[in-house]
């Protein structure tokens, strides 16, 4: 359960990691603003602000998430490149995502510019985290194309705009909680929230179509354990 009756406190906090856990994983795996996750909260007796919420939801969810990664098996070896626009504060920020062939989103990286340089400071980053995959797939922007020349020459570059849906229709969740968030207010805000967002995705959108009911209900039990494993590991 999520939602425990543990009664351990984080110093500062008025209520329990499981409390503070929960809303959390209100605010993140649901496409709902800080507002619902208060009435939400207030349906179970538990009166917070909407501020507070705020407060732990910046604090807790980039650990959570980090530990998500952590969890998480290796990545596929074929690796779906894209990226975004998106509008803070009237100036075009450009969100890059890196998804595996299992649609599990593999790193992000908010930039103002959408150039080599900006593509090869992605890639570094992904290839620290991830080693190099077999096959990359882009869009036709050469930017991607002088990054992996640089930096992971060996590895087959597919360019086709129609090879990329997989990465595009990550974008998706991303523009339905923009228009809830009414924009993004800085680029740190964007990195920090979609970096949480997309880590809570991979643990709690398994591929239903792909599962039995059985399996799917497994999948989700496991979920809801590890998560409130880990909201029982955070410190103030």
């Given at each position: 359960?999520i939602?425990?009756?543990?009664p351990?406190?984080?110093k500062?906090?008025?209520?329990p990691r499981?409390v503070?856990?929960y809303?959390?994983?209100l605010?993140?795996?649901?496409?709902?603003?800080?507002?619902d996750?208060?009435d939400?909260?207030?349906?179970r007796?538990i009166?917070?602000?909407?501020?507070?919420?705020?407060?732990?939801?910046?604090r807790?969810?980039?650990r959570i998430?980090?530990?998500?990664?952590?969890h998480?098996?290796p990545s596929?070896d074929?690796?779906?490149?894209?990226?975004?626009v998106?509008?803070?504060r009237?100036?075009k920020?450009?969100l890059?995502?890196?998804?595996?062939a299992?649609?599990?989103?593999?790193?992000?990286?908010?930039?103002?510019?959408r150039?080599?340089?900006?593509?090869k400071?992605f890639l570094?980053?992904?290839l620290?985290?991830w080693?190099?995959?077999?096959?990359?797939?882009?869009?036709?922007?050469?930017?991607y194309?002088?990054?992996?020349?640089?930096l992971?020459?060996?590895?087959?570059?597919?360019?086709?705009?129609?090879?990329?849906?997989?990465?595009e229709a990550?974008?998706?969740?991303?523009?339905?909680?923009?228009k809830?968030?009414g924009?993004f207010?800085?680029a740190?805000?964007?990195q920090i929230?979609?970096?949480?967002?997309?880590?809570?995705?991979a643990?709690?959108?398994?591929?239903?179509?792909?599962?039995?009911?059985r399996?799917?209900?497994?999948?989700?039990?496991?979920?809801?354990?590890?998560?409130?494993e880990?909201?029982a590991?955070?410190?103030?």
């Amino acid at each position: 359960m999520i939602l425990s009756p543990d009664p351990a406190r984080l110093k500062g906090h008025r209520y329990p990691r499981s409390v503070i856990g929960y809303a959390v994983w209100l605010y993140y795996r649901f496409a709902v603003s800080l507002r619902d996750v208060e009435d939400l909260l207030a349906e179970r007796g538990i009166l917070v602000s909407y501020e507070t919420i705020r407060v732990w939801c910046r604090r807790y969810g980039p650990r959570i998430a980090a530990r998500i990664r952590r969890h998480r098996p290796p990545s596929d070896d074929k690796w779906h490149l894209d990226e975004m626009v998106i509008v803070i504060r009237g100036r075009k920020h450009w969100l890059w995502r890196a998804v595996d062939a299992r649609g599990d989103t593999l790193e992000i990286l908010v930039q103002s510019r959408r150039n080599a340089r900006a593509a090869k400071r992605f890639l570094r980053k992904l290839l620290k985290r991830w080693g190099c995959p077999r096959v990359m797939v882009t869009d036709k922007l050469p930017s991607y194309g002088a990054a992996k020349r640089e930096l992971c020459p060996g590895v087959e570059h597919r360019r086709h705009k129609g090879l990329n849906n997989r990465a595009e229709a990550s974008h998706r969740h991303t523009r339905r909680r923009e228009k809830i968030m009414g924009r993004f207010k800085s680029a740190g805000q964007a990195q920090i929230f979609l970096s949480a967002q997309d880590q809570t995705a991979a643990l709690f959108r398994p591929k239903r179509h792909r599962l039995t009911a059985r399996s799917n209900r497994h999948a989700r039990a496991d979920a809801f354990s590890l998560w409130a494993e880990m909201t029982a590991q955070l410190a103030a």
